[in-house]
């Protein structure tokens, strides 16, 4: 600790008996045994208080890797990368609402509409006959364009023409509704496939 050794102890012993004398040196060893003993309690305090400060520290130092950590969510990073797969799909829902809505039915000519005093009434599907079973002509009932007319003038049975009348389709705005989604929801899809290509 201070590099003493034997022989400056006995000598520092000498000095004191000499010094001090026989009689007073044991209370005098006591007095300087509590004084150091003191000093080693104080020095103990004074670490003890600096450890705890150090802890204390740490513990900030933890606290805020904690806090950190909490803020790095991995749930916040999935959000984010979802994000744009988000926005495509609003962009197809909106492209699907778009195309399906239809505000009002424009007239091809409302000056030749009559005024009354009834009030229009938008036609629902019961206002339509209903549509019968389509039958599936077999594909040799089939003629090319312009043939049918003159199969008929060759005598034929009138076919091409049975043939054509079942492939007629009647158009209802359901239906029109219904084939308009279907390509704007076609149209919404081939849009995002793009973008995600692009990007």
Known sequence: MLDIGWSELLVIAVILIVVVGPKDLPPMLRAFGKMTTRLRKTAGEFRAQFDDA?????????????????????????????????????????DLQRATHVDHFPLADASGIAA???????????????????????????????SASSHNQRG???????????????????????????????????RAFRKSDRS
């Open 54 to 94: 150090l802890r204390e520290a740490d513990m900030d130092d933890l606290r805020k890797t904690i806090g950190d950590a909490q803020k790095l969510n991995p749930a916040n990073a999935l959000r984010d990368a979802m994000n744009p797969l988000r926005q495509m799909g609003a962009d197809i829902k909106a």
């Open 116 to 146: 009354s005093d009834q009030p229009l009434v938008p036609m629902t599907d019961a206002d339509f006959p209903p549509l019968g079973p389509i039958d599936n002509p077999h594909p040799s009932q089939f003629s090319p364009r312009g």
């Open 156 to 190: 034929g049975s009138g076919v091409g023409k049975s043939a054509r009348s079942r492939r007629e389709l009647i158009v209802t705005p359901s239906s029109v509704a219904h084939a308009s989604a279907k390509a704007a929801s076609r149209s919404a899809v081939r």
